[in-house]
């Protein structure tokens, strides 16, 4: 059997952890099978980018971060885009053939599931693996990367406590998660955040305000505002999303609203304040002990399911099994915090504000 598979979008820890997975299955069940590692995502399949990988490749990159196999960005609008009188569709089809592939393993988060499932029906054999730091893969319990990231990002809020503490500052840490805010709420409420603001929950800049200065009027010298990068005000919430970018334009706000709304919380609440981006810092690294566990369960079995000939279809973890759902059925899809979670209704309870 002849294998191909790669890694695309965004990097996170753990990928290198469910190739191992996956190879050692391989190489451990099906000895005389051949596994292609294809560059830098999607776009190593369009370039014929690749090359024949050996056991020892999948040998001491357990708990390394990142990708051996490199990874891109290939946005999903652009792949049925005709250039040259041909597409990248046909590129990554052309390539597979070329390969003599038997199927294709793709790690990757929500943009690559949907190419992944454009490809399924194409005719090409598919398996995909759910990898995301967001964790708002449709259908699966928790993608592979976000246990590490939701560790760094804690830890960043862990350590802003004591700066904070002592300068009797109001520290807004600007955690990832453009679309959706699971990042944000678990690092959030592990790291003992004050207030917490999703996207999935657009919010009142006053009501954040007026916690903040309502902890500062009794006694307490600083706040922490875990705030998801893609957090929106209230006032902001029906627009559409070139509007509200002109709108920002207007305001001044380049990209996040993190730095507009310290600088309002200060006016407001008359504390000082500053703004924390760990940014890439959540990407890098080595993998939890957590997520090395669950990739090398999702790679051993996405292994499996390629041996059974099982195609169109992505890994899936639910509870502590992996099991899988159809491309077809969650391409396009995305998980998103619900206004009811159990999460948020525990930290109203003990006080911290979502502010809504």
Partial sequence: MRIGILTSGGDCPALNAVIRGFGKYVFENAPDSKIFGIADGYGGLINGEYGEMKKSDFSGILNIGGT?????????????????????????????????????????????????????????????????????????????????????????????????????????????????????????????????????????????????????????????????????????????????????????VDGTITKELADYIAQKAGVDTRVVVPGHIQRGGSPSPYDRLISTQVGAYAAELVLQGIYGVTVAIKGDSVCYNKLSDIAGKSKTVPADHPYIRTGESIGISFGI
């Fill in 68 to 252: 051996i196999l490199g990874t891109s960005r290939q946005p999903f609008k652009q792949m049925l885009t005709e250039v040259d009188n041909t597409t990248k569709v046909a590129k990554m089809k052309e390539n597979y053939k070329k390969m003599k592939l038997d199927c294709l393993v793709t790690l990757g988060g929500a943009g690559t599931h949907k190419s992944a499932a454009l490809l399924s029906s194409e005719g090409l054999n598919v398996v995909g693996l759910p990898k995301t730091i967001d964790n708002d893969i449709f259908g699966t319990d928790v993608t592979f990367g976000f246990h590490s990231a939701v560790d760094i990002a804690t830890e960043c809020i862990d350590r802003l406590h004591t700066t904070a503490a002592s300068h009797g500052r109001t520290i807004l840490c600007e955690i990832m998660g453009n679309k959706v805010g699971w990042l944000t709420l678990y690092a959030g409420i592990a790291g003992g955040a004050d207030v917490i603001l999703l996207p999935e929950l657009p919010f009142d800049r006053d009501k954040v305000a007026d916690c903040v200065y309502r902890r500062a009027k009794s006694g307490k010298a600083f706040s922490i505002i875990a705030v998801a990068e893609g957090a929106l005000y209230d006032f902001e919430a029906k627009m559409k999303k070139k509007e509200r970018a002109a709108e920002r334009m207007k305001r001044g």
